[in-house]
């Protein structure tokens, strides 16, 4: 449990001071809201956090909006003002039921201690089923303060709220023949591989009717990005091949993903040849943004599994595979290789140092899109982005929480020097309570992925997009962490090998190359296939 004191928990606080649940004060609540987040993300299991009301309250909402964007499971649990004052504008008061109502999948207002049991038990259950996301629970402290015999309901029975897990018999025949008749089937693959833990399940289907895979910056992990059928990323920052598949193919198996613009760039464009498959819990996700020809509404590791019993004969992807692995051939990612540091040699050699093995959080912008590029993600939960809120300070507490829930883990936030210093102040969290992350900022002094749209697409106008920065190795040994300064190419590898021997928090500074830009990348609505820095 992640979260900071006020008046208005004061009394769950006072439980909690000799309570069996490990209890880690941030020094932030929206360190907290992302700390549970980089647990669960890490875990599988559900995050928790808890703040005062008022601004304790609003501290944690960009980080319940981000949780509720990638349907991750957290109970913010939030106290509230004694239930005679509400809406008296009482001291540290705010409509947290009302504020959170659009980014949360539920939220409660406790008005009777009866009903807290049952509220608590509830909001793990919508958290944590269906398609996860953030539920919040605000209890006011006079609530707080009272006594009740404690009966914990065995069941949870809420009407209106029973996800549907198997997908109808009738549509996964028609999925079958789509799947048997194509030529050019690619699988798009979302962060509902990752949370159904559907993964092994996906990788048979792909092999099975030998069709390749691409995925979402969510997804990354779901499919090994080594497996010879792996495209990598798809979208405005995907890999030429992926986005040209998907742009040839004439079929299009999604799997819990939701066809977001970052990756169907202009819309009317978007694969026009292919048939669409859509595997989703969430009914209200399909045909939202694309109108899709078979709906299968359920859990994407029962489908999978659904489909695997029922595919008799598998489509013929030869020719197909042949037109990838030439694409694969001829238009790699690829980065100029100077004497300079660049950043996408540091995330490769941080993939080389850590054997791919380490959980890589990102910050937002240029350093999220080569952390998604450049290491290659073999397995789920390794990758903990913020993908549909894209917010900046969301790598490093997040970071700090998958290190709680995976203590044997190499932990790497790999982070903007803006975005860095969004939730810095959690060096002290992780410092004390010897949470030994490492950090590395890819410092270009920008705020590179904005001054990236400048350059091309303002005439190079950089209007406060550059950063005048603290001294980070300073910085990182005046909190008691160990920092290293990074100037010079060969010092990159060493640099890393250092981080990971150290047994503390560790911040490394890259001064890379301050004006690389992340390519290939499809302008703002454009089709996926005209991509600056692709293919032709
Ligand atoms: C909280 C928040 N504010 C603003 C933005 C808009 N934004 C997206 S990327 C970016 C620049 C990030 O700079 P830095 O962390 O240095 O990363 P770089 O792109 O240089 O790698 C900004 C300002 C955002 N995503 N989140
Ligand atoms: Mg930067």
Not at 303 to 332: C, R
Not at 372 to 383: E, I, L, V
Request: charged share 20%; proline share 5%.
């Amino acid at each position: 449990m992640f979260g900071y004191p006020g008046g208005n928990v004061l009394p769950i606080f006072d439980v909690l001071y000799d309570a069996d649940i490990k209890f880690i004060l941030t020094r932030h609540e929206q360190g907290a809201a992302h700390a549970a987040e980089g647990y669960a993300r890490a875990t599988g299991k559900t995050g928790v956090c808890i703040a005062t009301s008022g601004p304790g309250a609003t501290n944690l909402t960009t980080g319940i909006a981000n949780a509720y964007m990638d349907s991750i499971p957290i109970v913010a649990i939030t106290g509230q003002v004694k239930t005679f004052v509400i809406g008296n504008d009482a001291f540290q008061e705010a409509d947290i039921t009302g504020i959170t109502r659009p980014i949360t999948k539920h939220n409660y207002l406790v008005k009777d201690i009866k009903d807290l049991a049952r509220i608590i038990r509830e909001a793990f259950h919508i958290a944590s089923t269906g398609r996860p996301g953030p539920v919040v629970v605000d209890i006011p402290s006079d609530i707080q303060q009272q006594d009740i015999e404690f009966i914990w309901p065995q069941e949870v029975d809420i009407r209106g709220y029973k996800p549907t897990y198997f997908g109808h018999p009738g549509q996964i025949k028609k999925a079958v023949g789509l799947i048997a008749a194509a030529r050019r089937p690619i699988i798009y693959a979302g962060g509902g591989i990752i949370s159904s833990g559907a993964h092994s399940q996906l990788k048979e289907l792909a092999e099975k009717i030998q069709t390749p895979v691409t995925m979402t910056l969510m997804g990354l992990g779901g499919f090994s990005g080594t497996h010879k059928l792996s495209l990598g990323m798809l979208g405005m920052h995907g890999t030429a091949y992926a986005n040209h598949a998907t742009m040839e193919s004439d079929l299009i198996i999604a799997i819990g993903a939701r066809f977001d613009d970052r990756v169907t760039g202009k819309l009317d464009a978007f694969a026009p040849h292919a048939k669409i498959i859509h595997i989703d819990i969430d009914p209200a996700s399909i045909s939202k943004n694309v109108k899709v020809d078979v709906p299968i509404v359920g859990d994407a590791k029962n489908i999978i599994g659904q489909l695997l019993e029922e595919i008799k004969k598998t489509p013929d992807t030869a020719d197909w595979l042949k037109t990838i692995e030439n694409w694969k051939k001829k238009y790699p990612l690829k980065y100029e290789e100077t004497a300079k540091v660049k950043p996408q040699y540091v995330i490769e050699q941080i993939y080389e140092a850590t054997q791919g093995e380490a959980i890589i959080t990102t910050e937002v912008g240029q350093n999220q899109m080569w952390a998604a590029q450049w290491y290659k993600y073999a397995s789920p939960r390794t990758f903990i982005s913020s993908g549909g809120l894209g917010t900046m300070g969301f790598g490093f507490p997040a970071a700090m929480g998958a290190k709680v829930g995976c203590p044997d883990k190499i932990i790497f936030d790999i982070a903007g020097d803006g975005s860095i210093q969004m939730n810095i102040q959690e060096l002290a969290t992780c410092v004390c309570n010897k949470i030994n992350v490492k950090v590395a900022i890819l410092n270009n002094g920008y705020l590179g992925m904005v001054r990236q749209w400048q350059e091309l697409f303002y005439k190079k106008r950089y209007s406060y997009t550059c950063l005048y920065n603290p001294d980070f190795v300073k910085l990182a040994e005046s909190y008691g962490a160990f920092g290293i300064r990074v100037t010079k190419k060969e010092e990159v590898r060493p640099a890393i090998e250092k981080a990971i021997s150290t047994d503390n928090v560790v911040f490394i500074d890259f001064h890379i190359e301050p004006e690389e830009n992340v390519y290939p990348m499809v302008p703002a609505g454009e089709a996926i296939n005209r991509m600056i820095g692709g293919m032709a």
